[in-house]
């Protein structure tokens, strides 16, 4: 699985971005997916997390009410909605798919895609 994201940019606090994360082959609809972030200097964390099947959402405590994940397994695509940004969640934001590993947990992921910069201003 290859997984390519997409929709970073510089975006001024309290806007909008959609980061999307296009994946390639034809078993997409099989794995979790996953939005993970990198600030400098600070470890990969969790943001959301969208299962395989049942579609249910897990989110981080910093970003629930205002990130909304979803997917569209026809596209092969998963989409991450992010509003009412704030300078903290400037960062390197990652895709990633999980194929049986939980989708809560860097370790649980096998693929990874190589990151979108979304940068908020003050």
């Known amino acids: 699985v290859q997984l390519v994201e997409s929709g970073g940019g510089l975006v001024q606090a309290g806007g909008s971005l959609r980061l999307s994360c296009a994946a390639s082959?034809?078993?997409?609809?099989?794995?979790?997916m996953g939005w993970f972030r990198q600030a400098p200097g600070k470890e990969r964390e969790f943001v959301a997390a969208?299962?395989?099947?049942?579609?249910?959402?897990y989110y981080a405590d910093s970003v629930k009410g205002r990130f909304t994940i979803s997917r569209d397994n026809y596209r092969n695509t998963v989409f991450l909605q992010m509003n009412s940004l704030k300078p903290e969640d400037t960062a390197v934001y990652y895709c990633?798919?999980?194929?049986?590993?939980?989708?809560?947990?860097?370790?649980?992921?096998?693929?990874w895609g190589q990151g979108t910069q979304v940068t908020v201003s003050s």
């Open positions: 990633a798919a999980a194929a049986n590993g939980s989708p809560l947990h860097l370790s649980g992921y096998d693929y």
């Open positions: 082959g034809r078993t997409f609809s099989s794995y979790s």
């Open positions: 969208i299962r395989r099947g049942s579609w249910i959402t």
